[in-house]
């Protein structure tokens, strides 16, 4: 397994970069609603297969930068990202033997609470928005999830 | 949850856990609370914003290097055409700016006989927008001017057909707007008709505002221009916000229900002007805060 996950940090620095890019990119405005969750995707995908890596405090630190890059509280995006990848750690092992279509719904799992939890503080905090716009992510997300991790793990076997 | 100890804890070895879990949310709730109370991390916004920043550029230049080519492909036909267009709209420009001097001169002839104060006569200079907010229940854009360029925190921001938001928060090198079709902004309007004062509301909608507060006999038409009041102190009064659209009277209602449609087109601007304004408001706008500006951040 420690083969496996000799990822360099360079590697994950630069995907991590790409799904912010891809998240702050300008979108038109019909699409904008169904923009998945690239980063939290990502950071799903490292801690399933780099636990002792890329933990709780990366994935804190890098919801801060996201806070700062959508305008959001500070502490919201981050909170939300540590919770989702402490969950994901606590069932790494059964996720990494998961066939795709179980890991999959896993995923989009993990994609809803992530959505429910950004509500959620949305909510305390007093930020309205119609609960609708919370679903598309989920669904685009959990499209998008086979084509992501089989993207990485090429990536990652050829380097490794 | 520290405690619990599941088939799969001897495989991998994360000291702690749970309990760094607990410490880093613990954290980010004291951050949002305080975040959310007193905007007082704006330094550490700067800062991790200014390290953004470089990426923030690279997705924006495809979108430039479109534009650039767009240009550059342009024929010479087609630029010789517009040339001549320009050439005539100029000369047009040009003889109704004459009329504008004298009716300047003219105007502030008279405001000196009303002993009133000038209006608005500030610099404005163009921004571009580097990028949306993505968060689709907050309508803000990113500008490429900062506090280097002396925006300022509440600054009001325009496009050559009319109010496009007001800055909310500077960075160095970077600023962020809100739009007046956000949820949580409000816009004091007058009808420029007849001078009635209200509020205009965003709706989270680009191509619609709401004016919640006017009474059913309010003398209101579909088609009546709205401006800026100036009695919030942040716009400078006189400025186009938006066309009513529909009017719609319920009998049992206080209120009439009243949509407009925003003048300056809030989703497709690439570039925004902003207004300094020369002196700040007079202390008697500053009295009528019930009409003031509500901008509350999340």
Redesign the interface.
């Known amino acids: 397994m420690s083969s496996r996950s000799s990822v360099g940090t360079f590697g994950m620095l630069m995907s991590v970069?790409a799904a912010?890019?891809l998240?702050?990119?300008?979108?038109p405005?019909a699409i904008?609603?169904f923009?998945p969750d690239w980063v939290m995707m990502m950071l799903i995908y490292w801690a399933m297969v780099a636990?002792?890596k890329y933990?709780?405090?990366t994935a804190?630190l890098i919801?801060?930068?996201m806070d700062?890059?959508?305008?959001?509280?500070?502490?919201?995006h981050?909170?939300t990202m540590?919770?989702i990848v402490?969950v994901t750690?606590?069932f790494?092992?059964?996720m990494r033997v998961f066939p795709l279509t179980q890991l999959t719904l896993t995923v989009m799992a993990m994609l809803s609470a992530y959505q429910f939890l950004l509500f959620w503080?949305?909510g305390v905090?007093?930020?309205?928005?119609?609960a609708t716009?919370y679903w598309g992510p989920v669904i685009t997300g959990t499209l998008i999830w086979p084509a992501l991790s089989m993207f990485m793990n090429g990536l990652r076997f050829r380097r490794g | 949850m520290v405690s619990q100890t599941s088939s799969n804890a001897n495989a991998v070895r994360i000291p702690a856990l749970g309990l760094r879990v607990a410490a880093l949310m613990l954290l980010s709730i004291l951050l949002m609370v305080y975040d959310n109370r007193n905007q007082q991390l704006d330094t550490v916004r700067r800062a991790i914003g200014a390290a953004v920043y470089p990426l923030q550029i690279v997705v924006d230049t495809p979108a430039r290097i479109w534009g650039w080519l767009v240009d550059s492909s342009t024929s010479r036909n087609s630029l010789e055409l517009e040339n001549t267009r320009l050439k005539i709209q100029q000369r047009l420009t040009r003889a109704e700016l004459q009329q504008l001097t004298a009716l300047e001169a003219e105007n502030a002839r008279l405001r000196d006989l009303l002993e009133a104060r000038d209006r608005i006569s500030g610099d404005i200079r163009v921004a571009g927008i580097m990028s949306v907010d993505t968060n689709p229940f907050r309508h803000s854009i990113v500008l490429d001017v900062g506090s280097e360029d002396r925006v300022y925190d509440g600054q009001s921001v325009i496009d050559a057909n009319g109010v496009v938001g007001q800055v909310l928060q500077t960075g160095l090198k970077t600023s962020q707007a809100i739009l007046i079709s956000d949820p949580d902004h409000a816009l004091p309007v007058e009808v420029n008709r007849n001078g009635l004062r209200t509020i205009a509301l965003g709706t989270g909608q680009f191509d619609q505002l709401d004016l919640p507060y006017l009474p059913n006999n309010a003398d209101l038409e579909v088609g009546d221009v709205l401006v800026t009041s100036g009695l919030g102190g942040a716009f400078p009064p006189g400025y186009p916000v938006a066309v009513v659209s529909d009017v719609r009277r319920v009998p049992q209602q206080p209120f009439a229900e009243v949509k407009a449609t925003p003048s300056a087109a809030l989703n497709q601007v690439r570039e925004v002007m902003l207004i300094w304004m020369d002196q700040p408001e007079a202390p008697e706008s500053e009295a009528n805060t019930d009409d003031g500006e509500v901008v509350e951040q999340p």
């Open positions: 970069l912010l890019a998240t702050i990119m300008p979108l405005a904008e609603d923009r636990p002792q933990s709780v405090g804190w919801g801060i930068v700062v890059a959508q305008g959001t509280m500070l502490g919201q981050a909170l540590c919770l402490f750690i606590r790494h092992l059964q503080i949305n905090a007093g930020v309205t928005a119609p716009v």
